[in-house]
């Protein structure tokens, strides 16, 4: 894999020593704040060696923590559809084991989801911005837990209002705990200032909870993120079902790991409960 090592000892060593080096005011967060549900993460899916440390502040908040099924809803770099692409498979393998994919919650999704939804497995071949998360899920969460992984096409906001209509349906009288995990890194490929400007522009968007917004943003080219459409199906679900927090936990770009500041991508790391 060329996002991270792919050995099992590696990569659980590199993860961990991104965790540990996540600060104990962030990774204690909930647990200081009496949160007892975090609906969701927003988590970028570069190379570990670029964005790892951004995620594992994400992750770090799941600690200690059981969740039966993780959505994780990522863009599409490789394939080009409308709508959102689940996977046929049974489960996701990475080096440190096997995820079972929960099929109840993805044949709802098929049920609800009127050909917004459905089967796309040639688009989850080679994408990365799913299967980047799901180490840190493995060590992070206490319990072996199941996903639905979804990729979304088209990115614009009537796709974002029916992502958000038919997992809500999907998700009304479900018994088993969720986390979403938005997937998505911010602005390409500009230099470090520009980045920070940018990106501060969406951080503070995403802190205002405000989709429609982010959207239209995204659309004018203010800001850059390649899951905006993922970001905004996380913020308005979780208004919708009464998650109305979110902090954003920390915001890097590949500059300060790599020193190369000519040239950046910028990472988000936040949490909704």
Partial sequence: NIFYPGDKINLKRMINSYLSNVPSDVADFPKKNNIEQIFGLISP???????????????????????DTVIIIGPSHYTYFQGFALSKADSFETPIGNIPVDSKLTEALLEHGKGWFD??????????????????????LLNNFHIVPILMGEQGWNQVLEG?????????????????VAS???????????????DGELLDIVAEMQGEK?????????????GGG?????????????YENIKNLVYKNSGD????????????????W
């Fill in 45 to 67: 899916h570069a190379g570990y060696v670029y964005s790892g440390q951004v995620a594992a502040f994400a992750y770090s908040v799941l600690k200690q923590r059981s969740v």
């Fill in 230 to 242: 993922p970001i905004a199906v996380m913020l308005e679900l979780a208004k919708r079902m009464g």
């Fill in 119 to 140: 089967y796309l497995d040639t688009s989850h071949e080679k994408e990365h911005s799913l299967e980047v998360q799901l180490p840190f899920l493995q060590e992070t």
């Fill in 184 to 198: 998505s890194d911010l602005s390409h490929y500009h230099n470090d200032e520009q980045a920070r400007t940018m």
């Fill in 214 to 226: 982010l959207m239209s943003a995204l659309k004018q080219g203010s800001v850059e993120a390649c």
């Fill in 257 to 272: 790991t790599s020193g190369e500041k000519e040239k950046v991508v910028g990472y988000l790391g936040a949490m909704v």
């Fill in 164 to 180: 958000v209509n038919i997992l809500e349906k999907a998700l009304q009288g479900y018994d088993r705990s969720t986390l979403i």
